[in-house]
């Protein structure tokens, strides 16, 4: 049993990554770090700020990161709107989308 006491903890930032690679629940209601138990042999993360319940096998934090990190084909890194994600055809191509939409002919219109 893993509790933090009376205290509502809400990490931001690199915070939260570091909670959940120590084990730790974070509330996908309402952001505040979640209290562990054992009910009926079986793990589960309570919210203290608002009730939110869920078994520790089927949690899974719901990041709001809305960019993610890609890498063109020369290796270099950028980050790119997560709703903007390549298509096949790009990703086999290996280009810096969305930068390349300009010069590529499959995007000629």
Do not use: H
């Amino acid at each position: 049993m893993r509790k933090k006491g009376k205290e509502i903890i809400r990490p931001v930032g690199v915070e939260i990554r570091e909670y959940l690679n120590d084990g730790w629940g974070i509330c996908n209601k309402c952001g505040a770090l979640m209290d562990e138990e054992i009910r009926n042999r079986i793990g589960v993360f309570t919210c203290p700020a608002c009730g939110w319940e869920c078994d520790v096998m089927d949690y899974e934090y719901e990041e709001e990161d809305t960019m993610e990190l890609v890498q063109d084909e020369r290796g270099d890194e950028y980050l790119i709107p997560r709703d903007d994600m390549p298509p096949a055809g790009c990703r086999a191509c290996g280009g810096p989308y969305p930068y390349c939409k300009a010069s590529c002919k499959m995007y000629d219109d």
